[in-house]
């Protein structure tokens, strides 16, 4: 049975090349960088070369780059140690309703202990009005964090307006990169911003090395205590092959993203186009063009999430839903609320995130696979059934 | 979240009794599109035996396969019977469930309740069914 992997929005394979950067330090360069003896050094060296390539991969200086184990990690320490280092600047925060858990996370944990939050929403399509945030900045305002691109539905954000009102307004600005770096340009002095997270395993690096991005003279307060690494700002061994690993795959896609965008985009408008004409009662959500170019985000009316996915999973094809029923609180995605998805039909969502693995086979085999699952599915439900005798009524 | 159990799997790739019962003796719709899960049973009677059962259900992998197990558990059971008929029952049958998805056999054993509530009403006689409440959500179709 043919295999179809499209889940890269939740992990990409390391690739092989990365892979082959990686093993060296694991038995015999297996050095701790913080050893000033040769085998120590040599890590030590691994980790700073690393460094550079990542730094050049956003257009940031290497000692601008502060490696930590995971996107959520980068997150937290943006979110927290910005405030509280900057705290005497005031205590209140912008962030968009859409932002990944591990900003909102923290948001709402600083909320409790004291800041104001303003919470901004979106448009239809997930696009944060910058007219907004200008709005929302008061002489309070600590941090404004927006996220690069949104990693459901693959909307991207007005950065580079956004920061010309931070930057005017003198407030910090962090945004999570961690579902667009790879895949579309990012470039810090482009976008202007304060701070960025980014992570390795969403463009072919390993699972465990992710990075924040600060720009020189930001204050940050480490969350991870008790350790020189990473010039005091996140203490802990460093996981050396991880880090290699983020390094190789960012020097990859330094060269590598245009191809990347025009392939994926390709494949990707092929297959909506293809789920566009099979399958009724269908809608994409997110920006029609700003929008990262592997990402697609389809609603379906009578059908569920999970039940789809499962069933695509037993033909060999690997997607994500953003069904409620996953999930413990039984409620739909954040983000599909926020851009006013009606309820009833964002629990028969479906997230399909493409990769360079992907061929045009793979996309047709798809167009084949989920329109008669839906209609197996519809042909099951009573709410399908309802609309048909309404129809007939 | 945990991985579904193979008898789930079995009940949902190839789910029993999937259908509509036309001149049904009672039908029970209950759950939410909101919530995930939204669930139809529909049930003959004869000389007080559960003859025949059929579902339609919109949900999840879990929602799919309880509505399969309880149409099968109820077939050929007295009306009496089937109103003792649990919940945790049609999980246990199925192998368990993962913790979130305790709330698909909750509403299984709901539409059943619902049903036979609906096959009372038509016949006229008080309904001794007692339809559990489920915690934390409600259940109003829209």
């Given amino acids: 049975m043919r295999k179809v992997y499209l889940d890269h929005a939740a992990t990409t394979p390391v690739h092989p090349k990365v892979l082959e950067a990686m093993l060296p330090y694991f038995i015999v360069k297996f050095g701790n960088p913080s050893n000033l003896h040769d085998i120590g050094r040599e890590a030590k060296n691994a980790v700073e070369e690393a460094r550079t390539k990542t730094a050049a991969l956003i257009g940031a200086k290497p000692e601008e780059i502060f490696f930590t184990s995971s996107g959520a990690e980068a997150n937290n320490l943006a979110i927290k140690g910005l405030l509280q280092a900057n705290g005497q600047k005031g205590n209140h925060i912008v962030v968009s309703q859409i932002e990944h858990f591990s900003v909102l996370y923290p948001v709402k944990a600083m909320e409790k202990s004291g800041y104001k939050v303003t919470y901004i929403d979106t448009d239809k399509t997930g696009l944060v009005n910058p007219d907004n945030i200008a709005r929302a900045i008061t002489k309070e305002t600590v941090l404004v964090s927006i996220m690069h691109a949104n990693n459901e539905i693959g909307t991207i954000e007005p950065i580079e307006q956004i920061s010309k009102i931070t930057r005017e307004k003198g407030v910090l600005f962090h945004t999570d990169a961690v579902a667009s770096t790879g895949w579309i340009p990012v470039d810090v002095q482009a976008l202007g911003v304060d701070a960025l997270s980014l992570s390795g395993h969403q463009f072919y690096g390993p699972k465990g090395a992710a990075a924040l991005y600060l720009r020189k003279g930001v204050r940050i307060k480490p969350q991870i205590e008790g350790g020189i690494q990473e010039e005091g700002r996140r203490a802990g061994t460093e996981d050396v092959p991880a880090i290699v690993g983020l390094g190789k795959a960012a020097e990859l896609a330094t060269v590598d993203i245009p191809r990347r965008m025009t392939y994926v985009s390709v494949l990707r408008d092929r297959l909506q186009k293809g789920l566009v004409d099979k399958i009724e009662n269908i809608v994409i959500n997110g920006h029609p063009t700003r929008r990262l170019p592997h990402n697609l985000n389809v609603s379906m009316r009578y059908v569920e999430g999970e039940s789809m996915l499962l069933f695509l999973n037993m033909q060999g094809i690997a997607v994500s839903s953003g069904s409620a029923c996953t999930s413990r609180a039984l409620k739909s995605s954040h983000v599909l609320v926020c851009i006013g998805t009606d309820a009833a039909i964002a629990n028969g969502t479906l997230l399909l995130s493409l990769g360079m693995g992907n061929t045009r086979e793979d996309i047709d085999y798809v167009i084949e696979t989920l329109p008669p699952i839906v209609q197996r599915l519809r042909e099951m439900s009573p709410l399908y059934e309802d609309m048909i005798k309404k129809a007939k009524a | ?142």
């Fill in chain 2, 1 to 142: 979240m945990e991985q579904y159990s193979s008898k789930v799997m079995e009940h949902f790739a190839q789910p029993h009794n999937v259908g509509e019962i036309p001149d049904a003796d009672g039908v029970g719709t209950v759950g939410n599109p909101v919530c995930g899960d939204v669930m139809r049973l529909y049930i003959k009677v004869a000389n007080n035996i559960i003859t025949e059962a059929k579902f339609k259900t919109f949900g999840c992998g879990a929602a799919i396969a309880t509505s399969s197990m309880v149409t099968d558990m109820v077939k050929g059971k007295s009306i009496d019977e089937a109103l003792k008929i649990s919940n945790a029952a049609v999980a246990e049958a199925l192998g368990g469930l993962p913790k979130v998805k305790m709330h698909c056999s909750v509403l299984a054993e709901e539409a059943l309740k619902s049903a036979l509530d609906d096959y009372y009403k038509k016949k006229g006689i008080p309904s001794p069914v007692k339809i559990p409440a489920e915690a934390g959500h409600e259940h109003n179709m829209e």
